[in-house]
């Protein structure tokens, strides 16, 4: 095993598919020089593989997205990087009008196999560069989702979405980029719908994605050495597809789900979770299920005032003693 920060895992992850398919490309803003790519994560790769495949583009988000898109109708496989998942708004009807439903309207002749990497999630960097959109895209029928939490997932469910064959937005939250875990030196993937099972639990059942994955574990731990509870904590890895099957099945045994994300809490990913899992385990479910989100406000760039704001150690730990009546 190698320990990679979720920056390297990522590289590794295009560099690999990279040498294995002459048609695979890459193209953003600042992908070859500069900033190399999103926090770093392009560097070195047009020395390896040259400017016709590592493309760099205007700041125009709209082309980037129509360049992927028509690559891909040309039987390319394409990588299109978003610098900040702030402005697939400029590019919305490149992804949800045409990208999505690409397939479906020209009877299958097209095939858009593209991913669409994009950093987001509050890093101090002010209100336009710190929002989580998954729930927009959740609503529309032909996009995929990955929100890896950790270094193994994202060179895994990389791998599956480049040869996934359907449009994938590939969510990397920027604080993630320099935490590191244990990847395999072998060539593996991680299956898209298939959520893992952090730890074993009892009395409560704690699902997240991406940078709350590992916030919520802080927070259980600690309200596990305060009092004598046992909670299971569930990765999603991906919102759609989405492992309804593994949710089930531990809230039958645990009769108590919270469902935490750090985009707001209005019409959020934890909405559309809550609402399939009242209709799917009402039986088995011995008190509401609990949505934990930011506050339906702007995130501010002040990290003391986000505070106020975001989902954090601290606030999860008080909402689940609250929610167990401990």
């Not at 935490?260 to 809490?265: N, T």
């Amino acid at each position: 095993m190698l320990k990679l920060s979720y920056r390297d895992a990522i590289r590794s992850a295009i560099v690999e598919e990279m040498r294995k398919d002459p048609d695979l490309i890459l193209i953003g803003e600042e992908i070859r020089s500069g900033y190399q790519g999103c926090f770093g994560v392009t560097k070195g790769l047009c020395d390896e593989f040259g400017p016709d495949r590592i493309i760099d583009m205007p700041i125009s988000e709209a082309s980037i997205i129509g360049a992927a898109l028509g690559a891909s109708m040309l039987g390319l496989k394409t990588i299109a990087e978003i610098m900040f998942e702030d402005f697939i708004t400029v590019c919305f009807d490149g992804v949800v009008n045409q990208a999505a439903k690409l397939r479906t309207i020209s009877g299958g002749q097209f095939v858009p196999n593209m991913v669409i990497r994009t950093p987001g999630g509050a890093g101090g960097l002010g209100v336009q560069h710190s929002q989580c959109l998954e729930s927009i895209f959740m609503h529309f029928p032909g996009l995929y989702i990955a929100a890896p939490s950790n270094a193994y997932d994202a060179k895994g469910l990389l791998k599956t979405a480049i040869n996934y064959g359907h449009p994938v937005l590939f969510f990397e939250h920027q604080r993630l980029y320099n935490t590191e875990s244990e990847v395999p030196e072998h060539d593996y993937t991680v299956e898209f719908g298939r959520a893992k099972k952090v730890k074993e639990g009892k009395d409560l059942t704690v699902a997240a994605f991406s940078y709350m994955t590992g916030v919520a574990a802080e927070a259980i731990e600690r309200v596990e050495n305060d009092y004598k509870v046992s909670i299971e904590l569930i990765d999603l890895r991906t919102l759609v597809p989405l492992d309804y099957g593994l949710l089930i099945g531990s809230v039958k045994k645990t009769s108590r789900i919270i469902i935490i994300e750090e985009g707001v809490l209005r019409a959020g990913v934890s909405s559309e979770i809550a609402a399939n899992l009242q209709e799917m385990c009402f039986d088995w479910l011995d008190a509401p299920v609990k949505r934990i989100a930011s506050r339906n406000f702007l995130i501010p760039i002040s990290p003391l005032m986000s505070e106020g704001v975001l989902p954090g150690v601290n606030s999860i730990y008080r909402d689940i003693v609250d929610y167990l009546s401990l």
